[in-house]
């Protein structure tokens, strides 16, 4: 399966396209995509697994979930950018690695492998991390700069973001991070934000998700700005409630971040909220908007913000709708 198959298949297990659709999601040919379709259903026939089908120019999938769990733990179904990611976050988290013992578990070639750990390396040199080769042995994390750690964030983000709709139900990451406790915190946050009527997020999820990792990890995060937090006092009784089996400078570091988000702040680097802005003047024209009352902008700042971040993380998590009657006459209002 190569990184074009594996796209396709990711997005079809979550809904059903036209061939406009799938060439505008993958930025590929429409040649291309229907003779990837094609390689996608001889191994689904060979695996014995109902084939793509194209019913009143829509492509469908219908794999049960049954079907779905049978298929994505048989193989790794891993795209080239997410076992990048995954050398990168294990080489950080552990401080090691031994890369034989990867192109095992991923089933690669030595030149594969080594070309896609070629990339990590050079990430990381260039932006001033340093690692050492132990010989007979594999490959040691010396020193992490502030922007990989930045960048090892943001990919641990990722894979929090994709855990509901990847096609690897069984994600090699797992194994690597088994010790943060990540279901029961999924919950406990949950608490937290029903408790506080903060609007659920997955994007809010997986961010708080990976900062429990980076918090463990490293000495230097800090979430907290220069203002007053007094008035989150009753967020703050809430997080020591159901956060308590958690380190108390995790709890901190939540606090002041749904504080900041509560009190419309922008939980983003500058470069993505630079982008997101320059949008919002296309957008009102588009909509012949004259203005935005802030409070909307704000919410619309955020939304595009996430959109950013999904589009160059090639996170294709995509959610559909269906414009009614009633959503084209308050569109056109």
């Not at 979550?14 to 995509?33: A, C, G, P, V, W």
Request: a positive charge.
């Amino acid at each position: 399966m190569n990184d074009t198959n594996i796209k396709i298949l990711t997005l079809l297990v979550q809904d059903t396209f036209i061939l406009e659709e799938l060439s505008m999601y993958l930025n590929l040919e429409k040649s291309s995509i229907s003779k990837s379709i094609k390689q996608i259903n001889i191994f689904l026939e060979e695996e014995k697994y109902p084939k793509i089908e194209l019913k009143e120019n829509r492509y469908i999938l219908s794999l049960s979930k049954k079907e779905q769990e049978e298929l994505f733990n048989k193989k790794v179904f891993m795209t080239s950018d997410e076992i990048y990611d995954y050398l990168y976050i294990k080489f950080i988290h552990n401080n090691f690695i031994n890369l034989e013992e990867e192109r095992e578990k991923l089933n690669l070639s030595r030149s594969s492998i080594f070309r896609i750990f070629t990339k990590v390396k050079n990430n990381l040199s260039e932006n001033g991390s340093k690692y050492v080769y132990i010989h007979g042995k594999g490959i040691e994390l010396k020193y992490l700069s502030p922007k990989n750690l930045h960048i090892f964030f943001k990919a641990l983000v990722k894979y929090f973001f994709k855990i509901d709709f990847s096609l690897n139900r069984v994600n090699l990451l797992d194994e690597v991070l088994k010790d943060y406790n990540t279901k029961k915190l999924i919950i406990k946050l949950c608490e937290v934000f029903k408790d506080n009527k903060i609007a659920f997020s997955t994007f809010l999820i997986a961010f708080l998700c990976a900062l429990n990792v980076c918090v463990k990890l490293f000495k230097e995060i800090d979430l907290k700005l220069d203002r007053d937090y007094y008035e989150y006092i009753d967020l703050k009784d809430s997080l020591n409630n159901h956060l308590k089996n958690f380190n108390l400078k995790y709890q901190e570091q939540v606090f002041y971040f749904l504080a900041n988000n509560l009190s419309n702040e922008v939980p983003f680097e500058p470069e993505v909220l630079s982008k997101a802005r320059k949008l919002i003047p296309r957008i009102k024209e588009i909509f012949d908007l004259d203005k935005i009352a802030r409070n909307y902008e704000k919410i619309l700042l955020k939304k595009l913000c996430y959109s950013i971040f999904k589009y160059e993380g090639k996170i294709l998590k995509v959610k559909k709708l269906n414009l009614r009657s009633i959503d084209s006459m308050i569109l056109n209002t």
